[in-house]
C-alpha cells in the first residue's frame, strides 16, 4: 500500500514568513492534488498535477511535482491569517477516488 | 453554488445504537464517497459508490454500510455503533473523470461522538 507522508505536522509562523510544506511518497504517483481545510469545513481543492517536474502558481501558493512523481511540495510566500488551515496532499486513484495524507497543519499569527 | 449537504453536523450516540449520516449532492456527480477524519490519520476513505445502487469498500469498511438509492443521495449506516467510531465523517463527490484528475466536493463534515 502506498503511503502518503506529510511534513511538518504542525507549522506556526508569524504573517509575512514564508513556508514550504512537503508530500512523498514511497512509489509514483498518477497525479497529486493539493487541498485546504478550514475549521468547521470540509476539504477544498487548490491545484491538480500530473506532469513530472510540473510547477503551478495560485497568487502566493507555488507548487511543485517532483520529475520522478514521487513528491509534492506547496510553497507560500509572504503568508497570511487567511492561509491557517490543514493542507492535505491526495493521490488520485482509478476512478477518482484519493489516498490522503495526514496532512499539515498551518497557523499564521497576526 | 454547487453543494454538498451532510445532514447533521454533530450527533451523540450510545454504544449499540443504529446511526444514518446522510448526504445529498446538487451537482448530478456520478460518483460519491464517504470518508472519516482522524487527528494524525488524515482522511481515510470507507466506501464508495459509482452509481446508483452500486458500492465499493474503501479501505475501512469494517462497522459500516451504504446506501444509494438515488444519484444524489449516499447515505452511511452504522449498524451498532461502537466508540472507536468517534469521528469526523465526511462525504463527498466527483464527476466522472477519464483521465483520473477529478476534482472532490466536499461536505462540511458529521462530527459524531459514540459514548
Known amino acids: 500500500t502506498q503511503l502518503l507522508e506529510q511534513s511538518p505536522q504542525f507549522l506556526s509562523i508569524q504573517e509575512g514568513e514564508n513556508l514550504t510544506v512537503y508530500c512523498n511518497s514511497s512509489s509514483v504517483f498518477s497525479s497529486l492534488q493539493w487541498y485546504r481545510q478550514e475549521p468547521g469545513e470540509g476539504p477544498v481543492l487548490l491545484v491538480t498535477v500530473v506532469t513530472g517536474g510540473e510547477v503551478k502558481k495560485l497568487k502566493r501558493l507555488t507548487f511543485q511535482f517532483g520529475d520522478a512523481r514521487k513528491d509534492s511540495s506547496l510553497h507560500i510566500t509572504a503568508a497570511q491569517p487567511g492561509d491557517t488551515g490543514l493542507y492535505l496532499c491526495?493521490?488520485?486513484?482509478?476512478?477518482?477516488?484519493?489516498?490522503f495524507g495526514a496532512g499539515t497543519r498551518l497557523t499564521v499569527k497576526p | 453554488d454547487v453543494k454538498v449537504t451532510q445532514s447533521s453536523r454533530y450527533l451523540v450516540k450510545r454504544t449499540g445504537e443504529k446511526v444514518f449520516l446522510e448526504c445529498v449532492q446538487d451537482m448530478d456527480h456520478e460518483n460519491m464517497f464517504w470518508y472519516r477524519q482522524d487527528p494524525g490519520l488524515g482522511l481515510r476513505l470507507i466506501y464508495f459508490s459509482y452509481d446508483v445502487k452500486m458500492k465499493e469498500k474503501g479501505d475501512i469498511p469494517e462497522g459500516y454500510s451504504v446506501s444509494r438509492e438515488k444519484k444524489e443521495r449516499f447515505s452511511l449506516i452504522l449498524e451498532s455503533a461502537s466508540t472507536n467510531q468517534t469521528s469526523m465523517y465526511l462525504c463527498?463527490?466527483?464527476?466522472?473523470?477519464?483521465?483520473?484528475?477529478?476534482?472532490?466536493?466536499f461536505g462540511e463534515g458529521s462530527r459524531l461522538t459514540v459514548l
Open positions: 491526495a493521490e488520485v486513484r482509478n476512478n477518482n477516488d484519493m489516498r
Open positions: 463527498a463527490s466527483s464527476t466522472r473523470d477519464r483521465k483520473n484528475t477529478g476534482e472532490l466536493f
